[in-house]
């Protein structure tokens, strides 16, 4: 795996996408337990993924808002190396979690404006990597994966204690400039490698893994994590 840009697939939902994205060379893979988003997948569903994917990518859960029970269940199934939590999740929340499972905790943290970095200091302090996102629309019936942008100069030279990823309307158009912008150690898409929501496209995702090599390599130093 890439030691200087992560690279994380996610909504990944049948083997043939989980193919083309580990084919690909993707650090994560990402997999969507909420069943509001077009790309959840159930229990089963989970277990025959995990099996494909191996140790060939790190394996990540995300979910939203989600019980003690269902966790379980993801847990279970999947094996994940990493949780991310995409919902209102508290500090407290996320601190609890960790300790449940043992396991690294990405949290997702919605921007749209300056005010919303206030609560970062506090989720670094218990998670193990902060996934900054677009805020949703107000009508949206998810908390990610729709397909929008936000203001990266929001980011600027603002010093970060945790790893961090950068999401939110990626595509094979956009991430050349996210990166240059951003420096980021990770970047996360989804709705911007597939042809339809839900559907992940095989050759949108070569094509996105190629042009993120391809910032990457233009970079020319380290990705700024400080």
Not at 108 to 115: D, I, R, T, Y
Not at 141 to 153: I, L, Q, V, Y
Request: net charge negative; proline share 8%; with cysteine.
């Amino acid at each position: 795996m890439s030691a200087s840009l992560t690279v994380k697939i996610c909504g990944l939902s049948t083997p043939a996408t989980l193919e083309a994205a580990l084919d690909a060379g993707a650090d994560m893979v990402g997999f969507v337990f909420f069943p509001p988003s077009p790309r959840h997948i159930d229990i089963p569903r989970a277990r025959e993924l995990a099996g494909i994917t191996g140790s060939r990518a790190l394996k990540v859960a995300l979910s939203v808002d989600a019980d003690d029970a269902y966790l379980d269940e993801v847990v279970a199934a999947l094996a994940p190396d990493i949780l991310q939590l995409h919902g209102r999740e508290t500090p407290a929340r996320v601190a609890a979690i960790h300790a449940r499972y043992g396991l690294p905790v990405m949290k997702a943290l919605g921007v749209s404006a300056e005010a919303d970095f206030a609560s970062l200091a506090a989720y670094e302090a218990v998670a193990d990597r902060i996934l900054f996102d677009a805020k949703p629309p107000r009508d949206a019936t998810r908390p990610g994966g729709n397909g929008h942008a936000f203001d990266w100069s929001l980011l600027g030279s603002r010093a970060f204690q945790r790893p961090w990823m950068l999401s939110g309307g990626l595509n094979c158009e956009s991430v050349a400039t996210a990166v240059a912008a951003t420096r980021p150690p990770g970047i996360d898409v989804s709705s911007g490698v597939e042809s339809s929501p839900g559907v992940k496209d095989p050759a949108l995702i070569e094509a996105f893994m190629a042009r993120a090599r391809a910032a990457q390599a233009g970079l020319g130093s380290a990705p700024k994590t400080a």
